[in-house]
C-alpha cells in the first residue's frame, strides 16, 4: 500500500503509531478516534494514501464501504446506540483536518448534545435546474466544471 511520509493516517496503518484497532482487511482500517464525540467514535480509513474522497476510484470506495454495515452494527451494539452519523469531509473547507480519506462513525444517543447547524435555504428560480444539469453532465463525462 502507498504511504504519504507525513500522513498520521497512514503511520497508524504501518503500525507506527499506536491505534485502538476494531477491523482491519487488506484494504481497511478502522480504529477508535483519539478525540471521540461520542463513545465509540470510530475512523474507518484505507491503506492506500488518498487525500481526498473525489481522489478514490470506484473500486476503492466499493472495498471501503463494503464493511461499513457491519463496522455500524457493531460500534452501535457495543455501546448501546440507538443510531449514528456515518460522515465524510472531503477538503479543508469541509472541515477535514487530515489529509486522508476517512469516515468518522459517531454512535448517537438521545440528548448527546451533538448536533449540526442546518441552514436550509432555497434555490432562486431556475437556479436548481441549472446546478442539476450540470452536476447530470458531470456524471456523465466524469469532469468537474
Same mark, same amino acid.
Given at each position: 500500500?502507498?504511504?504519504?511520509?507525513?500522513?498520521?493516517?497512514?503511520?497508524?496503518?504501518?503500525?507506527?503509531?499506536?491505534?485502538?484497532? /476494531?477491523?482491519?482487511? $487488506?484494504?481497511?482500517?478502522?480504529?477508535?478516534? &483519539?478525540? *471521540?464525540?461520542?463513545?465509540?467514535?470510530? #475512523?474507518?480509513?484505507?491503506?492506500?494514501?488518498?487525500?481526498?474522497?473525489?481522489?478514490?476510484?470506484?473500486?476503492?470506495?466499493?472495498?471501503?464501504?463494503?464493511?461499513?454495515?457491519?463496522?455500524?452494527?457493531?460500534?452501535?451494539?457495543?455501546?448501546?446506540?440507538?443510531?449514528?452519523?456515518?460522515?465524510?469531509?472531503?477538503?479543508? /473547507?469541509?472541515?477535514? $483536518?487530515?489529509?486522508?480519506?476517512?469516515?468518522? &462513525?459517531? *454512535?448517537?444517543?438521545?440528548?448527546?448534545? #451533538?448536533?449540526?447547524?442546518?441552514?436550509?435555504?432555497?434555490?432562486?428560480?431556475?437556479?436548481?435546474?441549472?446546478?442539476?444539469?450540470?452536476?447530470?453532465?458531470?456524471?456523465?463525462?466524469?469532469?468537474?466544471?
Amino acid at each position: 500500500m502507498s504511504a504519504a511520509a507525513d500522513c498520521v493516517f497512514c503511520k497508524i496503518v504501518a503500525g507506527q503509531i499506536p491505534a485502538l484497532k /476494531v477491523f482491519e482487511n $487488506e484494504d481497511i482500517l478502522a480504529f477508535l478516534d &483519539i478525540g *471521540p464525540l461520542s463513545e465509540g467514535h470510530t #475512523l474507518v480509513v484505507p491503506k492506500k494514501h488518498v487525500h481526498l474522497l473525489s481522489e478514490m476510484s470506484e473500486s476503492e470506495m466499493a472495498a471501503m464501504s463494503r464493511h461499513l454495515p457491519r463496522l455500524v452494527r457493531a460500534i452501535c451494539g457495543a455501546v448501546g446506540s440507538e443510531g449514528c452519523n456515518v460522515l465524510v469531509n472531503v477538503g479543508r /473547507v469541509a472541515s477535514q $483536518e487530515v489529509p486522508h480519506v476517512h469516515w468518522h &462513525i459517531i *454512535p448517537r444517543k438521545p440528548a448527546d448534545g #451533538l448536533g449540526y447547524r442546518w441552514n436550509p435555504s432555497k434555490y432562486p428560480p431556475g437556479r436548481g435546474e441549472q446546478v442539476a444539469r450540470q452536476i447530470a453532465a458531470a456524471c456523465v463525462t466524469g469532469s468537474a466544471g
